[in-house]
């Protein structure tokens, strides 16, 4: 596992850097440049969330970036895994990641792999599980539709914090604690609440092109619909996205038919354990929209 601070690909002169001291501009230029849609401003909200490394060449350009985000006590999600073009046939994927397993240790590892860079995490032992479907476009307005029955919705507040963490330490397997802060303080969020318990959860925030629905975590599929509609009615003719891994059902039938069509697949992989909550009952939540392929 080759794990030196420079290397030499071709004519560039490569060397490790915290991802803290890298540039949000030059970050920005290195996502755009593989059709990435991150502003600068999604960029630093990663940064806040995770730790991360950057490869710099002799002339101080970002030419690589990897990122991981351990949700406590033994599990991290791999994401912001960006080559320069450039790059990409030359080796500077697998360096970046043996510097990134090294920085995990032996923790449990999920990540969210493009097709272009499934074979790479392959090489390295991740086990494909499922697919995510990156839905997005223009929202259409939803048809009205009703709530499940002895439900009802409310708007989330940071009173919410606990409620929303344990819904979603049932449904992702892992704490995700600051990040659920984070993404609270900046989304408009909407519960559904089942007699005195909330039964599912949905997030909404500025996000790329537009704005991005996610994390939404429910049992069922019904519920899920319920938690997302009112962001697909609040943003009725711009562009929206929600990431899942629900391949057909209603849930998959209300995005298309909410102007979200399959636009892009990844693959979530896994090394050392299985990443996945495996639906077991009817109660079960699950995780309906990801947060971002990077924060899973």
Known sequence: MERT????????ELTIADIAEADLDALHALSMSVGWPH???DWQMVRELGKGIVARDAIDRVLASAMWFNYAPDFTNIGMVITSPRL?????G??????????TGSRAIGLNATRSARRLYGSLGFVAERTVYQCNGE??????????????LRTLTRDDLDEIIALDLAAYNADRTHVLARLLGVSKGV?????????AYSLCRRFGRGHLIGPVVAANDADAIAVTRPHVADHAGSFLRLDTRQKSGAFAEFLAQSG???FDTVTSMSLRRPWLVEKTGSETPIIY?????ALG
């Open 289 to 293: 929209g990801l947060a971002t392929q």
């Open 5 to 12: 601070n420079s290397k030499r690909l071709d004519s560039f």
């Open 191 to 199: 519960a559904l609440v089942r007699g005195d318990r909330m039964a």
């Open 260 to 262: 979200l069509p399959v």
């Open 39 to 41: 502003r600068a401003e």
């Open 139 to 152: 929202a259409v307005a939803p048809p009205e539709g009703s709530l499940p029955p002895g439900t009802r």
């Open 94 to 103: 697998l360096w970046m990641m043996n510097h990134v397993l090294a920085r």
């Open 88 to 92: 990409q046939m030359l080796g500077a």
